[in-house]
């Protein structure tokens, strides 16, 4: 079954270094996500990407973070000048129809766990 | 605004005991709600959705648009659903909202 994978699985990186977060979606999903848990804390979403642009964003995604899909697989999280409270698990995700359908729904990959120093 | 909540971090039952999770949630359209599992060192994975009325690993999960709830249960815990589990709604963007998850243990 195919499954969304995320790299790397863990990042260590100092405060205010950049990050980039990957994600491969499952090849025909055309909606992708990317939520984050803090730790100990519950899971947030962060933005919803389609047809190349951000559908939805929260308020957590701010002007530091930015997405992008660089090419037909990859999915990515930048985060521009990291801070200490960045520190969480962030999971991608994608579905095929946005949750139009009632048999889809988001398949998330296994997270990436960013510590901030 | 919408909203998940889960009253309880933690529920400990033994094997073979009946259990419910519980999930109430917030919401001014018509909503869509799915309970997710996260097995230890697994992703998250879905376990069922309220539109299907199906019964996934003996679970069950019914919507009370009264009472707002959709607790999940299953007549008999099994040591394998020690996991963390998760209600989610989903909102007029199509995107999850998710409540702070309960981790279930079934002790033998």
């Known amino acids: 079954e195919p499954e969304v994978t995320q790299t790397p699985s863990h990042q260590v990186t100092q405060m205010g270094q950049e990050v980039i977060l990957r994600c491969v979606p499952i090849?025909?999903?055309?909606?992708f996500y990317w939520y984050r848990q803090i730790l100990g804390q519950k899971v947030e979403f962060l933005v919803s990407f389609y047809n190349n642009e951000i559908s939805e964003k929260s308020e957590i995604f701010d002007d530091q973070f930015s997405v992008e899909r660089p090419d037909g697989s990859n999915f990515t999280l930048k985060i521009r000048s990291t801070k200490l409270e960045d520190s969480a698990m962030y999971f991608c995700?994608?579905?095929?129809?946005?949750?139009?359908?009632?048999?889809?729904?988001?398949?998330f990959g296994p997270g990436t766990r960013l510590t901030v120093l | 605004a919408q909203r998940v909540t889960q009253p309880e971090k933690l529920l400990s039952v033994f094997k073979g005991a009946p259990v419910e999770l519980k999930c109430n949630y917030s919401y001014s359209g018509s909503p869509e709600l799915f309970w997710y599992v996260q097995y230890s060192r697994q992703r998250l994975q879905l376990l069922l959705r309220?539109?299907s009325r199906e019964s996934i690993k003996g679970f069950t999960a019914d919507l009370n648009k009264g009472e707002t709830s959709f607790h999940l249960k299953k007549p008999f815990a099994q040591e394998e659903d020690s996991a963390m589990y998760y209600c989610?709604?989903?909102?007029?963007?199509?995107?999850?909202?998710f409540g702070p998850g309960t981790r279930l243990s079934v002790l033998p």
């Open positions: 090849s025909n999903h055309l909606y």
């Open positions: 995700a994608s579905s095929y129809s946005g949750g139009f359908s009632s048999t889809d729904t988001q398949y």
């Open positions: 989610a709604l989903m909102d007029y963007g199509q995107n999850f909202v």
């Open positions: 309220h539109i």
